[in-house]
């Protein structure tokens, strides 16, 4: 079934499936269309699985240490895992198998017609809030049997050692991707690899660029476990960062998945960014707006909204982005950009009052523009008066997490 089908019968049938007459009768109905259609197709097919991610779990009973199997839902957590929920219907109790997967975390579970060894986590309190976001973008109120429930639901995250991991492929595309395992992973570079302590995790946007480079880099050598994100993953590849993720901050969605799937995390590099311009107003063209409006202003209300909370909960979070000393002086030529660059501190600006209960703050650093050793070996008859050399600008940057 194709995706824009599948989200479009989610949609509709979400609210069907929280109606008191579907919570009564699907208990009773479903399991029964699920043993048909299992020994239909061996397996490889569940009834639930027409529309989401769907698997057949085996744990062993708590009382009384028999096999037990149970078909269920679950969403791709964005690292090569599987939240799964025990919503059971709304019903009062607990599902059997949350308490056998808490009595014995060791398990299995059969994804489309294959077995696999899994390992069960029950999610952490902090954790809880984005992962039901997370579950709710693929069953659109999906929280609402927890609420009429009248109990806490306990979610769990299954892993499993496999590779590829079976709980990948099924993620929405332009989603996040994990590097481990996909992408260089540079042992040598991990500040875990030499024997320091990780002070801080920081995730930097844009990751790819010259600067980018050059701020994991200097974030690195600091002793910071550094999380590189871009949307090319063969470029992401080259980043010197402890972890890589590619994703399209662009879409709110997969940056709302790449929160899930990070974690805890206590600064923010906005990098995201990129220049057209010239030809003076007539030449401020609106796909020019357009492709800036995408770079410079949405990644940064999604990465901020996505990942703020987590900063906030940090004891000295940071939020950084780069900004233009032109903001200050516009010209005619450059309206598009500095207007968005205005716009982006603005934002930038609300960011800190959200956080203004907690110890985290935002940085802004203002250049005129950035030359790296690249550019003047490309240009070597170039004059590059009152450019920033990136690598003074990452040492600035690494400078804001030295508390």
């Given at each position: 079934?194709?995706?824009?089908i599948?989200?479009?019968?989610?949609?509709?049938?979400?609210?069907?499936?929280?109606?008191?007459?579907?919570?009564?009768?699907?208990?009773?109905?479903?399991?029964?269309?699920?043993?048909?259609?299992?020994?239909?197709?061996?397996?490889?097919?569940?009834?639930?699985?027409?529309?989401v991610?769907?698997?057949?779990?085996?744990?062993t009973?708590?009382?009384?240490?028999?096999?037990?199997?149970?078909?269920?839902m679950?969403?791709?957590?964005?690292?090569g895992?599987?939240?799964?929920?025990?919503?059971?219907?709304?019903?009062?109790?607990?599902?059997?198998?949350?308490?056998?997967?808490?009595?014995?975390?060791?398990?299995?579970?059969?994804v489309?017609?294959?077995?696999?060894?899994?390992?069960?986590?029950?999610i952490?309190?902090?954790?809880?809030?984005?992962?039901?976001?997370?579950?709710?973008?693929?069953?659109?109120?999906?929280?609402?049997?927890?609420r009429?429930?009248?109990?806490?639901?306990?979610?769990?995250?299954?892993?499993?050692?496999?590779?590829?991991?079976p709980?990948?492929?099924?993620?929405?595309?332009?989603?996040?991707?994990?590097?481990?395992?996909?992408?260089?992973?540079r042992?040598?570079?991990?500040?875990?690899?030499?024997?320091?302590t990780?002070?801080?995790?920081?995730?930097?946007?844009?990751?790819?660029?010259?600067?980018?480079?050059?701020?994991?880099?200097?974030l690195?050598?600091?002793?910071?476990?550094?999380?590189?994100?871009?949307?090319?993953?063969?470029?992401?590849?080259?980043?010197?960062?402890?972890?890589?993720?590619?994703?399209?901050?662009?879409?709110p969605?997969?940056?709302?998945?790449?929160?899930?799937?990070?974690?805890?995390?206590?600064?923010?590099?906005?990098?995201?960014?990129?220049?057209?311009?010239?030809?003076?107003?007539?030449?401020?063209?609106?796909?020019?707006?357009?492709?800036?409006?995408?770079?410079v202003?949405?990644t940064?209300?999604?990465?901020?909204?996505?990942?703020a909370?987590?900063?906030?909960?940090?004891?000295?979070?940071?939020?950084?982005?780069?900004?233009?000393k032109?903001v200050d002086?516009?010209?005619?030529?450059?309206?598009?950009?500095?207007?968005?660059?205005?716009?982006?501190?603005?934002?930038?600006?609300?960011?800190?009052?959200?956080?203004?209960?907690?110890?985290?703050?935002?940085v802004?650093?203002?250049v005129?523009?950035?030359?790296s050793?690249?550019?003047?070996?490309?240009?070597?008859?170039?004059?590059?008066?009152?450019?920033?050399?990136?690598?003074?600008?990452?040492?600035?940057?690494?400078?804001e997490?030295?508390?």
């Amino acid at each position: 079934m194709r995706r824009p089908i599948r989200r479009m019968l989610r949609r509709l049938l979400a609210p069907v499936s929280r109606t008191r007459a579907f919570r009564r009768v699907g208990p009773r109905a479903l399991p029964v269309a699920e043993r048909w259609l299992a020994r239909l197709t061996g397996g490889r097919l569940v009834v639930s699985g027409t529309l989401v991610p769907s698997l057949v779990l085996h744990t062993t009973g708590a009382k009384s240490g028999l096999p037990r199997t149970s078909e269920l839902m679950y969403t791709p957590d964005g690292q090569g895992g599987a939240i799964v929920a025990g919503t059971s219907f709304a019903r009062e109790r607990h599902p059997a198998w949350t308490a056998n997967l808490a009595a014995d975390p060791d398990a299995e579970a059969v994804v489309r017609g294959l077995r696999y060894p899994v390992f069960a986590q029950r999610i952490r309190d902090s954790e809880r809030d984005a992962t039901w976001a997370l579950l709710e973008r693929q069953w659109p109120g999906y929280r609402q049997y927890e609420r009429d429930s009248g109990r806490t639901v306990r979610l769990f995250r299954l892993t499993t050692d496999a590779v590829p991991s079976p709980f990948t492929d099924r993620l929405r595309r332009g989603g996040c991707r994990r590097g481990a395992g996909r992408l260089p992973w540079r042992a040598s570079a991990s500040p875990c690899a030499v024997g320091q302590t990780v002070r801080m995790r920081i995730l930097i946007a844009g990751a790819t660029s010259a600067l980018g480079h050059a701020t994991a880099s200097a974030l690195l050598e600091a002793g910071h476990h550094v999380i590189a994100v871009g949307s090319d993953a063969d470029r992401l590849g080259l980043v010197d960062a402890s972890e890589h993720f590619a994703c399209d901050l662009t879409d709110p969605e997969a940056v709302a998945e790449l929160a899930v799937a990070v974690g805890e995390l206590d600064g923010l590099v906005h990098l995201v960014g990129g220049w057209r311009g010239g030809g003076g107003l007539a030449g401020q063209s609106d796909a020019d707006w357009a492709w800036l409006e995408a770079r410079v202003l949405t990644t940064l209300r999604n990465t901020t909204r996505a990942f703020a909370p987590a900063i906030g909960r940090s004891s000295a979070g940071v939020i950084a982005i780069v900004s233009s000393k032109g903001v200050d002086r516009p010209t005619a030529g450059n309206a598009n950009y500095v207007a968005l660059k205005a716009a982006a501190e603005a934002w930038v600006a609300a960011v800190g009052h959200e956080l203004r209960a907690t110890p985290a703050r935002t940085v802004v650093k203002r250049v005129k523009a950035l030359v790296s050793d690249a550019d003047r070996a490309a240009q070597p008859d170039r004059d590059f008066a009152g450019s920033t050399d990136v690598a003074d600008l990452a040492a600035e940057l690494a400078a804001e997490f030295a508390a």
